[in-house]
């Protein structure tokens, strides 16, 4: 295994829904709406009427609701409180320890189910799918749903990770593998993946001190820290890619605006034909490299995406 050990993906900030309470609170908490509300709001809770509203509505006793209020009030993320996170119209389960998944990778998920679905029309067969750096595994999960036909795998280096996913992609009829990036695949999915999704992480290291702290302390690290330009993992997971995917293949990795650039020249270093998409909405860069197709075929699908030029890919040397 490689020296650099990996795990599940980075977006820097968590949702807009869920952000963090900043200070701890009393730790009493009625059942009351209005008390728990004062007590998320007197914690820091920005949104203390909606996180409240899910308490309420999750807490099965007047105890469990008093621990989850005490937990959130203490600083650990909304979603590790409840157990759960709404990722594109889904609930994945999230347990303590685990990267929760940000809005803005539905993006990346919008992107890799266009591209499936026209794999599929063109290969008639379920697409092979992998989700690389997978944390709960929910971009899998969601694949999975959208796809129908599919053959699914995914891959993470933490064990908290890797059990949260198998919860959230085993009923799909996945695979979830432990292992440092491609070392944990099977060796037979070499040159079959059709669409290969690495949200991997891309804050850089001096940065990650200045996350919310309920990221920092209650999130992996490793699954944050992409290294002194962030871009780290992205270029192991580019470098291993072209032998992985299937001819016309699809890598999609999400990445910072004004990361997107460095990406998208590890992309062409390595043989694949780079494209960037973006959006302004949910604030979501993401880079996506197809492998050459078999002789005859296009080497750039159609995309209802409008996307930054790039240029061709140049052999490696």
């Not at 992107?111 to 971009?139: F, I, K, N």
């Not at 669409?195 to 991997?200: F, G, P």
Request: proline content about 9%.
């Amino acid at each position: 295994m490689s020296s650099f050990q990996m795990s599940p993906h980075p977006s820097p900030l968590p949702s807009p829904a869920l952000s963090p309470c900043s200070s701890p609170a009393p730790a009493s908490a009625p059942l009351s709406r209005s008390a728990v509300v004062a007590t998320l709001r007197a914690a820091g809770c920005v949104f203390a009427e909606d996180e409240a509203e899910l308490l309420l509505s999750t807490a099965r006793t007047a105890d469990e609701l008093t621990a989850m209020v005490e937990r959130r009030t203490f600083g650990l993320p909304l979603e590790h409180v409840v157990g759960w996170a709404e990722f594109h119209g889904r609930r994945i389960t999230v347990d303590p320890g685990v990267f929760v998944p940000r809005r803005r990778t539905e993006f990346l998920v919008g992107q890799a189910v266009g591209l499936g679905r026209r794999t599929a029309e063109r290969t008639g067969r379920p697409t092979v799918v992998v989700d690389l750096c997978c944390g709960s595994g929910a971009v899998g999960a969601v694949l999975a749903a959208a796809l129908h036909r599919v053959e699914l795998y995914a891959a993470d280096i933490e064990p908290a990770a890797v059990r949260c996913a198998r919860r959230n992609i085993t009923e799909a009829g996945g695979r979830v593998y432990e292992g440092d990036l491609f070392d944990a695949l099977p060796a037979g999915l070499r040159g079959r993946i059709d669409i290969l999704v690495a949200n991997v992480p891309y804050v850089p290291t001096e940065e990650v001190g200045l996350l919310p702290p309920e990221a920092r302390e209650f999130e992996p690290l490793v699954a944050l820290d992409g290294g002194a330009d962030g871009l780290d993992v992205l270029r192991r997971v580019t470098a291993a890619a072209p032998q992985w995917l299937a001819p016309g293949g699809h890598l999609l990795v999400e990445t910072s605006e004004h990361q997107a650039p460095r990406a998208v020249e590890a992309f062409t270093r390595n043989g694949l034909f780079p494209r960037v998409a973006a959006s302004d909405e949910l604030y979501a860069t993401v880079v996506i490299g197809t492998r050459e197709p078999e002789p005859g075929a296009s080497y750039l699908p159609d995309t209802d995406t409008t996307c930054l030029p790039t240029t061709p890919p140049r052999s490696k040397a």
